[in-house]
């Protein structure tokens, strides 16, 4: 099943959040449609156009933006840039587009963006179609930057060099929080390559030649992002979205998740998936990039499921 078409944005723009940060927006698609809004993963990689690809453009107002501090939004800061701020903008942007519900959809870091502003804002909430799920508890980032984590286990050799023989994953976190900071340029950058290889590892099964998005700042910016957040765990209580989601058990969600996520435990996924009587889709012997066939199929099926059972309880109502 391809995905649908490459477009072109009808509404691009930059809207002003507050705290100096200013987020980038573009509008897809059907400007009447079903709205649908995209938080892209990270933190810190910012919207990417080909997420819109899932969502028929005929059907779909489909919303794309850049959190803060990422992609296009200015200014690059770690000030004011906390979860709470990013569930705030989120809201924000909805009301400034005159939508009263819409639908969500993230994979990774967006997937847990999505669940945590749906937990608080459910009334403005159709449904969620959420891909490699990450639930930000202590225990998912000990999978991702331990010794006994996933990637640790299953490349040992490069986990050895990303991690500096350090004991555990607060103490990595700590360690590239000091060195991506350094006023040295050239060692920040070589900081964030390492970063941003051993994230290629996880989402990837093999590391990147090219070790950054788009140019090296870009990749200084999204580790320097990624680190300020984890150490933070992500702003949150421990299992905040599993002790809150119960809240979220009416609204149709569909999990789209590879067995052999590196980054982000299917276990947890599941269990979530199973107490909000969710649509699970398990797609064995995949991992955690989209850069998969069955995966891209999978997530375009679920948004053309998606509108279909939405219209029809529209129609109900």
Known sequence: MPLYPNI?????FHLSVGDGHQI??????NPNGLPVVICHGG??????????????PTRYRIILYSQRGCGLSTPHH??????????????????????????????????TL????AIKHTEHVFGLILRGTFLAAHADLEWLYSSQGAGAQF????YAKFSHDLPDAMSILAFYEQQLASENQISASRFAKLWCQWEA???????????????????????????????NHCFIDDNHIAQHGDCLSHLPIWFIHGRQDLVCRFSVAQRLASSLNSQLLILDG?????DNQVYLAAARRAADLMYIKLTRNKCKD
């Open 286 to 290: 995949v991992g955690h990039g989209v």
């Open 201 to 231: 590892v996880l989402s990837q099964g093999k590391q990147s030649l090219q070790w950054t998005l788009s140019c090296p700042q870009h990749g200084l910016n999204m580790a320097r992002l990624m680190v300020h957040y984890f150490i």
């Open 8 to 12: 072109t944005p009808y509404h691009d």
């Open 114 to 117: 999505c669940l945590l502003y």
């Open 43 to 56: 933190p810190g990689v910012g919207l990417h156009a080909d997420n819109c690809r899932f969502f028929d």
């Open 24 to 29: 980038h927006v573009q509008e897809y698609g």
């Open 155 to 158: 490349y040992p050799e490069l």
């Open 78 to 111: 770690l000030i004011a840039n906390e979860t709470a701020d990013l569930i705030k903008d989120l809201d924000y942007l909805r009301a400034y587009l005159g939508i009263t519900k819409w639908l969500l959809s993230g994979a990774s870091w967006g997937a």
